[in-house]
């Protein structure tokens, strides 16, 4: 039997990314129209997430695999920015413990100060500007 799972799935493009994201998507809408009060809200709901499902393992099953990579290749740049946002607040969110983060008022430039030497006067490295701020 996994013999022939795997002799079917040769030549197929398989989960990736994008195919992942649109099954949990359509699950989630599927289980929200469980919740919506409307007759024709629920219905259209219920009908999305089906259709996200179906283009889901349309993808999965696809042997036009250039075609499918060049779509998750396109999904992954424009979710790159996001997920690049959240992984630089985690790493500043870790940092706060023992350095305090300021911007230039000049550039915006972040600036990263230990905690716990009083005054310190801060120059930028990237503008120059100097400004005096608590540490």
């Known amino acids: 039997m996994k013999e022939k799972l795997i002799r079917f799935m040769q030549g197929?493009?398989?989960?990736?990314?994008l195919s992942k994201v649109l099954l949990a998507a359509g699950l989630i809408v599927v289980f929200l129209s469980a919740f919506?009060?409307?007759k024709v809200v629920g219905m259209l709901f219920y009908v999305l997430g089906w259709v996200l499902i179906i283009y889901c393992y349309f993808r999965m099953f696809s042997r036009n695999i250039s075609?499918?990579?060049a779509e998750n290749q396109a999904f992954l740049a424009k979710v790159y920015g996001i997920r690049n946002f959240f992984r630089s607040q985690k790493g500043l969110?870790?940092?706060r413990k023992v350095?305090?983060?300021y911007k230039c008022p000049g550039c915006g430039?972040?600036?990263r100060i230990p905690k716990g030497k009083g005054k310190v006067e801060i120059r930028c490295p990237k503008c120059?500007?100097?400004f005096i701020k608590k540490s």
């Open 67 to 69: 075609k499918r990579y």
């Open 99 to 101: 350095y305090h983060i």
């Open 36 to 38: 919506l009060t409307g």
């Open 93 to 95: 969110w870790k940092q």
């Open 128 to 130: 120059g500007t100097t």
């Open 109 to 111: 430039q972040k600036i």
């Open 12 to 17: 197929r493009n398989g989960a990736d990314t």
